[in-house]
């Protein structure tokens, strides 16, 4: 069982930055791909930003150009920057980590983006 926590959510104004955190209880090298969701009220949950174990990185449409995905194996931890943020970037988002057939997801963090 892999534990993930999530940090640094918060309230925001439109425009301002924030940095999610994941940290994984197990090396993030064994799996296969780690990645941020998030879930808005009311709506199902979408994939934001994904990284393999490679680096190789692949965004939503919505947060391209805005957000950057990226890992510290060292520290086993991966990180959502998330820049120029919206009030539609208002939601929980999810850590999750696939490994092989298993999929772990975290508690979640609210992010708040106020116009």
């Known amino acids: 069982q892999v534990q993930l926590v999530e940090s640094g959510g918060g309230l925001v104004q439109a425009g301002g930055s924030l940095r999610l955190s994941c940290a994984a209880s197990t090396s993030i090298l064994s799996m296969n791909h780690m990645g941020w969701y998030r879930q808005a009220l009311g709506k199902q949950r979408e994939l934001v930003a994904v990284?393999?174990?490679?680096?190789?990185?692949n965004y939503a449409d919505s947060v391209n150009g805005r957000f950057t995905i990226s890992r510290d194996n060292a520290k086993n931890t991966v990180y959502l920057q998330m820049n120029s943020l919206k009030p539609e970037d208002t939601a929980v988002y999810y850590c999750?980590?696939?490994?092989?057939?298993?999929?772990?997801w975290g508690q979640g963090t609210q992010v708040t983006v106020s116009s």
């Open positions: 990284i393999t174990s490679g680096g190789s990185t």
């Open positions: 999750n980590a696939a490994g092989g057939p298993n999929r772990f």
